[in-house]
């Protein structure tokens, strides 16, 4: 199993501003992921975070708002740009080292006034 | 695509009741099944999976088994404790951790003493 953490677990932004989320895993992993967590919902799955190569976005997420990195096999950010009070969400990375289980950070709890 | 249909909440119940949280699922082939855990202020956990057919999951007294002629994966548990207290989310992935999870939309779960 692998174990993720992120910083910060917590921040509350003005509109406008840019955040940085980090996610560290203790193992290499293949595959990161990042979820947003909008309040009361489900998690949707943003992007995938290739080592490498530019992330793969699903639809309805795009590269200008959501820019990610993965300069390794430990390590990704996700940066929510130009943020407005609907960006207001957790924000979870995840790992998958090839078994059948994802494994997923504390989240990053995100507010923007 | 794949999706997961989950009850919705909240669900309340009395210390030591029977829990049932329906899921059914639609998609290809044969998806692993899982079922995740968030507690207040919490990331998610993987509280069991089952990854083929007739399968049961099991895990700190919860259980869950793959039904495939129904595509359902109904979470039990037979005596719940106000610890249980979270929100239970159904999910599928094609298979291997390398595939996106597809989440429900997540149930709350609150046990009173």
């Known amino acids: 199993s692998a174990v993720i953490s992120q910083k910060p677990s917590r921040d509350i932004c003005q509109r406008g501003t840019s955040l940085t989320i980090q996610c560290q895993v203790d193992s290499q992993v293949t595959m990161m992921f990042w979820y947003r967590q909008q309040p009361g919902q489900s998690l949707t799955l943003i992007a995938t975070a290739n080592q490498g190569s530019e992330a793969t976005y699903e639809s309805g997420f795009v590269i200008d708002k959501f820019p990610i990195s993965r300069p390794n096999l430990t390590f990704s950010t996700l940066t929510v740009s130009n943020m407005s009070p609907e960006d207001s969400s957790i924000y979870l990375c995840s790992a998958a080292d090839g078994s059948n289980e994802q494994f997923f950070g504390p989240g990053t709890r995100l507010t923007v006034l | 695509g794949n999706s997961v249909t989950q009850m919705e909440g909240p669900v309340t119940l009395s210390e030591e009741a029977f829990l049932t949280i329906n899921c059914t699922y639609t998609?290809?082939?044969?998806?692993?099944l899982f079922w995740y855990v968030q507690y207040p202020g919490e990331g998610l956990q993987l509280l069991l999976k089952a990854t083929k057919a007739d399968d049961k999951g099991s895990n700190k007294g919860f259980e869950a088994t793959y039904r495939k002629e129904t595509t359902s994966f109904h979470l039990e548990k037979g005596s719940v404790q106000v610890s249980d207290s979270a929100v239970y989310f159904c999910a599928l992935s094609r298979g291997g951790g390398y595939q996106k999870v597809t989440f429900g939309t997540g149930t709350k779960l609150q046990v009173i003493p």
């Open positions: 998609a290809t082939g044969y998806p692993s």
